[in-house]
C-alpha cells in the first residue's frame, strides 16, 4: 500500500509556498491541459523551411521508453529508463540539460520497447509518474524528492501486456488510474497521500492502456474512461457507476474517450472502429452511431470544429464528421501510419516508421500540407518490433519529439 506520512508532516507540505502552478502551463499532463491535445499556441509557423524548423538542443539521456513530456515553466518532465530501472527526469526546456532524476522502480521489459510509457501529471509543486510495472508516486517537482507511492498490484492489479501505458488524472484532492482487476478497476487516490479514497467494484475488467477523462455532466462530475470489454461513466466523487455501453475491444485499447456536446466519441484498433455515445441528463446512455470508418490504434484522435482527424488503420490519414460518423476525407499515400498533435491552425502528423513529420491544415477540405522534415538522428537502441510511438508536443513555441533516449526541441514560433 501507499507509503504513510504523519499527519503534521502532510499538512506542513501541502501547505508550502508554491514552487510553480500548473496554470503556468503550458502542458502540466497527458495530451495537454484539457487532455485534447489541442495546443492554444499562436504566432507559430505556417510554413517550414526547408529541412523543417530550427533545431534548439538534443538531450541525449532521456532513457528508453515511449512516455511523453509534461511541461510547466521552463521545466520539462519525463519517464525513461536506465540501466534495469525506470526514472522520472526533469529537463530544463531552456538548454535541454538534466535537472534531476528520481527512480520509479523496475523496468518493465517487453518485446517491442522496454521502460515506461505513460506522462506525468503536475499539480502545484507536486508531480505524478507512473511506470510500466505499475508504481504511482508522486515526487516535489524542485528537487524530485518522493512524497509517497503505491502500486496497482496494491490495489489488485497486474501489468497488462505492454505494460501500465495510462496517464493519471488529477481533480480536486484526488488522483484517478485504472489499476484493473477484480477488486475494482478504477480507483480514485488521495493526491496528498496515495491513499486509496474509493474503487469501482463492479467494474472489473484487466487494465488496458487509454487514459481517463473528466466532464461536468448532469450536476456531477463525470469520469469516462474506454475498457476493453465496455465504455464506461463514473462519479468522480464516489465511484460509482453511472452507465456502461458495450466496447468489442481487441488485443489492445489505447486512445482517450472524446467528448462533444453530450456525447463520447472512442475508438481503438485491431478492427475495433468507432462509435459515438449520447448520455443524457439522467445517465442513460444511447449508441449514437457505430462505424469502422476510425480505428485508431494508438496515435491518438483530436476533435477539431466538429470534425474527428487521425490515422485509421489500414485506412489512412483520416477526417470524421462526429455527428454523422462520415468519411470527409481520406489519405493513404501522404505519410505512414502515427500519432496526431494540433496547434495554431495546423496538424503535426508524426510517421512511426519513417520519422516523416508533417505539417497540414487542419481542414475538412483535405490534406494540404505546409512543410516536412525526418528526424535525425534515430535511435540505435530502440528494439527491432518497436516504432517512433511518443507523440508530438508543442508548448510555449517549441516542438518535442521523442525516440527512446532521445528527446528533440526544435523552435516552431514565426518570429
Known sequence: MAKQLPAWFVSILFSMPIFVQAADGPWNQWRGPDRDDLSTETGLLQEWPAGGPEKVWEFKDCGIGYAGPAIVGSRLYILGSR?????????????????????????????????????????????????AEGRLSCFCIEDGSEVWSVTMQDLGGSPPKWGYSESPIIHEEKILYTPGGEQGAIVALDK????????????TDEAHYSSIMIKEHGGKTMGVQLMVNELVGFDVDNGEVLWTVPWPGRVAVVPSPV?????????????????????????SAEVVYPSKLMSNHHGG??????????????????????????????????????????????????????????????????????????????????????????????????LYLRDQELLYCYDVRAE
Open 83 to 131: 540501466d534495469g530501472e525506470e526514472f522520472l527526469l526533469c529537463v530544463d526546456t531552456t538548454n535541454g540539460e538534466e535537472v534531476w532524476a528520481s527512480p520509479l522502480g523496475e523496468e518493465f521489459e517487453n518485446s517491442w520497447g522496454n521502460g515506461p510509457r505513460a506522462t506525468p501529471a503536475i499539480e502545484g509543486e507536486f508531480v505524478y509518474a507512473v511506470g
Open 192 to 203: 496528498a497521500t496515495g491513499s486509496l479514497i474509493w474503487q469501482t467494484k463492479e467494474l
Open 259 to 283: 467528448f462533444w456536446q453530450d456525447c463520447v466519441y472512442v475508438t481503438s484498433g485491431y478492427g475495433a472502429g468507432c462509435t459515438l455515445v449520447r448520455v443524457s441528463e439522467d445517465f
Open 301 to 398: 484522435v483530436i476533435l477539431f470544429n466538429d470534425h474527428i482527424y487521425g490515422y485509421s488503420d489500414s485506412k489512412g490519414w483520416a477526417c470524421q464528421d462526429i455527428a454523422t460518423g462520415d468519411k470527409v476525407w481520406l489519405e493513404r499515400k501522404e505519410l505512414d501510419k502515427g500519432a496526431i498533435a494540433y496547434a495554431d491552425g495546423r496538424f503535426y502528423c508524426l510517421g512511426e516508421d519513417t520519422g516523416d513529420l508533417a505539417l497540414i491544415e487542419a481542414s475538412p477540405e483535405g490534406w494540404v500540407e505546409h512543410g516536412r522534415f525526418t528526424l535525425e538522428p534515430q535511435s540505435e537502441l530502440r528494439k527491432p518490433r518497436g516504432r517512433i510511438w511518443t507523440h508530438p508536443v508543442i508548448a510555449d513555441g517549441r
